[in-house]
């Protein structure tokens, strides 16, 4: 089963991602929650809460709880965190429906990553109650090398990382969580 979930995942992942860091109001206003309503970062489909996760304006994960009947919202909720089409949802509830897998991620916690390691989807199926949280990786400092053209007091209270051009070779590596080889100069992006 857990290879099931994985390919599932997988198929749907390179279309997507482009809503998991995209703003609350993108996010809930995809066709694909079209069922749900609310405010804010809380939505409701009948008894099945979605939860946006942000960091400032930007959506970093989804977090759904359900009835275990209700996974055709749930699977929903897993797949607008990637801003997958309608066409995805009824192969994701097969999955979910499935009495295997089902059995799999009951009371346990059941994880997924995709192939690059930027996002994840931990799913629980625990008191007849669905647990899913569909997020991106974000990176601790420690991912960051250590700066060298710093501006600044390097003794202030606070800290701003920004790796913000994906197409940069440097801020890519930064994202995916590369470190740089030892011994050698941090390359210094001016993107």
């Known amino acids: 089963m857990k290879k099931t979930m994985l390919v599932a995942l997988t198929l749907l992942l390179p279309a997507g991602q482009a809503q998991l860091w995209a703003t609350p109001h993108a996010t809930v206003a995809q066709p694909i929650l079209a069922a749900f309503s609310g405010e804010g970062d809380i939505w409701h489909q009948g008894d099945v809460r979605l939860e946006l996760d942000r960091v400032g304006q930007r959506v970093i994960g989804i977090y759904v709880t359900a009835p275990q009947a209700q996974t055709e919202a749930v699977a929903r909720g897993i797949l607008a965190a990637w801003g997958a089409p309608e066409t995805a949802v009824p192969d994701l509830q ?3 429906d499935d009495p295997g897998f089902q059995k799999q991620v009951s009371g346990q916690l059941f994880e997924e990553l995709d192939q690059s390691g930027g996002s994840a ?3 629980r199926l625990r008191g007849g109650q669905w647990e899913v949280y569909t997020a991106i990786k974000v990176h ?14 390097e003794t202030a209270q606070a800290r701003i990382d920004i790796a913000s051009d994906y197409q940069c070779p440097y801020c890519n590596q930064l994202w995916q969580g590369r470190r740089w080889p030892s011994g050698g100069a941090n390359p210094v992006c001016t993107g």
């Not at 601790?140 to 007091?153: E, K």
């Open 94 to 96: 097969k999955l979910l």
């Open 121 to 123: 989807v931990h799913v």
């Open 140 to 153: 601790d400092t420690a991912a960051f090398p250590p700066v060298t053209s710093a501006l600044g007091n």
